[in-house]
């Protein structure tokens, strides 16, 4: 599976957009963009994922660029719950295997 | 998606004894993995659960360390052998459905060993 490159850390206010960015420059015409979050101590949290178009669920929109090199998560309207390492995973789909291998990871703090 | 419930939630144990964890999934899955998060760090897959035959261990764990069981479709086990408190972690427990590639994960077991 390809690699995944995101930053560290990011602040937000809340109400606004947060724009959550991925790099993933090797990724495979077969793979996936995943994004899930982790809020402390608890188990990671399935958000959204995509291949090839841009992507919205209630949680959270997927925009993917043309040449699938990178994407974003966005957030439209942060709230202090959504304080969390936010994880993008890129990943084939088969019949076989299928975990997922997580990177570090972009800690987001949202504030008041 | 999968509700999926581990017990115990939290644990602390002597040095040199053994702990096993159990995954309950409220349906069928095809897939069940078991990683482990060491205090600040990212999560680290431990092995893939099999149904009736031994798991798949990733590089770095072996089934002494990590005995793991899967008797049926919707529950695993994840024994912690031999304690060290380099062991303290959260362990996960997370599963694939059929006809998605989606994973779900449960809440985790906090380890501590003294």
């Known amino acids: 599976d390809a690699k995944t490159t995101q930053p560290t850390s990011m602040d937000c206010a809340e109400g606004r957009a947060a724009n959550l960015p991925c790099n993933h420059s090797?990724?495979?015409?077969?793979?996936?963009v995943y994004w899930y979050r982790q809020i402390h101590s608890q188990g990671p949290q399935y958000i959204i994922h995509g291949l090839k178009n841009n992507e919205t669920n209630e949680m959270a929109s997927l925009i993917i660029t043309e040449d699938r090199k990178s994407s974003t998560l966005i957030l439209p309207h942060a709230t202090l719950r959504d304080t969390a390492v936010y994880y993008c995973?890129?990943?084939?789909?088969?019949?076989?295997?299928?975990?997922?291998?997580f990177g570090t990871g972009t800690s987001l703090t949202v504030i008041p | 998606s999968a509700v999926i419930s581990q017990k115990p939630s939290r644990d602390i144990c002597q040095r040199g004894t053994s702990l096993t964890i159990q995954c309950q999934v409220d349906s069928q899955v095809t897939m069940m993995f078991w990683y482990r998060q060491q205090p600040g760090q990212s999560l680290t897959l431990i092995a893939t659960a099999n149904q009736g035959s031994e798991a798949t261990y990733e590089s770095g764990f072996v089934i002494d360390k990590f005995p793991i069981s899967r008797p049926n479709l919707t529950f695993s086990t994840l024994t912690v052998s031999n304690m060290s408190p380099e062991d303290s972690s959260i362990y996960l427990c997370?599963?694939?459905?059929?006809?998605?590639?989606?994973?779900?994960f449960g809440p985790g077991t906090r380890l501590t060993v003294l």
């Open positions: 090797t990724i495979s015409g077969n793979e996936y």
């Open positions: 997370s599963v694939k459905g059929q006809g998605t590639d989606t994973q779900y």
């Open positions: 995973i890129v990943r084939a789909t088969s019949n076989t295997g299928n975990q997922f291998y």
